[in-house]
């Protein structure tokens, strides 16, 4: 299987961390991850065999052959699939709104990109299936996004808010920035609530649970609980509690599954090759 990974162009850096793809070999079948909650959101667009989804109440199906992934509560198991192949839009935490999106509506679903942006979603699936290059698929797609690109956000200092519980989930709490902010703690969950549906506290919580979660699948050989203590949790038994009310399994179940399947979770792009 083949895996490519692109910087954006700069007017797009600020909002979307990275462009990547997978294309699958011929007659290959990849297992798939199981997708767990997070802070972000995926834009998918395929030109292989779309995903099939099996979440934890039992739903799922095929997804739309391009769709969004804004995965808050759910946890979502892919099952393996052959032929595939996707060009994938990684949007920072808390940017949909600035391409038109409101966050709050999209949680836990995959929305197609027609159902998101209408006859212009559904042209963008039409032209990136006419270009067999993952470059040429890329230059689309941002053109695409560029022209949904809105100079200010709906809510600029929740914006702000959720980048800075995204990058410090373990060192600050709630109450320090609403005081940063000054934002009463009411008014602070009031918008908090209004752009992503979630309050600022499950916000902090996921996103300390993503960051370990990443970390400890990267980094096979370290202990995940060991990983937890340095991302913000009191002790193991807080992770271990936290992981399982979140995925419905304990963490060393999950991992031991987990490392010997493919997944999600990009190395920084500081630390691999990005034209």
């Known amino acids: 299987m083949r895996i490519r990974q ?7 850096q ?3 961390d990275r462009i990547w793809g997978w294309q699958a070999d011929a007659g290959e079948v990849v297992a798939l991850p199981i997708l767990l909650p997070g802070t972000g959101a995926e834009l998918y667009i395929h030109h292989g065999q779309p995903f099939r ?7 799922g199906g095929r997804v739309a052959q391009s769709h969004l992934s804004c995965l808050r509560r759910e946890t979502v ?39 998101l942006w209408g006859a212009a979603g559904r042209a963008l699936l039409r032209t990136a299936g006419e270009h067999a290059t993952f470059d040429n698929k890329a230059a689309l797609v941002q053109d695409f996004l560029l022209g949904l690109l809105r100079g200010r956000a709906d809510d600029p200092l929740i ?19 609403s005081k940063a902010l000054d934002l009463g703690p009411r008014q602070l969950e009031r918008r908090f609530r209004q752009v ?21 699948t990267l980094a096979a050989t370290d202990s995940p609980g060991g990983i937890a203590l340095g991302r913000g949790y009191y002790d193991q038994s807080h992770f ?7 995925v419905g399994r304990p963490p060393r179940a999950y991992f031991a599954e987990a490392r010997t399947r493919t997944h999600f979770y990009n190395p920084s792009r500081s630390l691999v090759d990005m034209p």
């Open 53 to 59: 989804r099996h979440t934890g109440d039992g739903g």
């Open 196 to 216: 992503c549906g979630l309050t600022a506290a499950e916000f902090r919580g996921l996103s300390r649970f993503q960051h370990t979660v990443r970390r400890a």
């Open 159 to 177: 914006e702000q808010a959720m980048a800075m519980l995204y990058r410090r989930s373990a060192a600050i709490s709630v109450a320090d920035m």
């Open 14 to 16: 600020p909002f979307i």
């Open 240 to 246: 271990i509690h936290d992981f399982h009310r979140r």
């Open 77 to 115: 198991a892919l099952a393996p699939t052959p032929d595939i192949g996707f060009i994938a839009v990684r949007f920072r935490a808390g940017m949909l709104s600035r391409f038109g999106v409101r966050e709050r509506d999209v949680i836990d679903g995959a929305p197609s990109a027609e159902d």
């Open 6 to 12: 692109l910087a954006p162009v700069a007017p797009l």
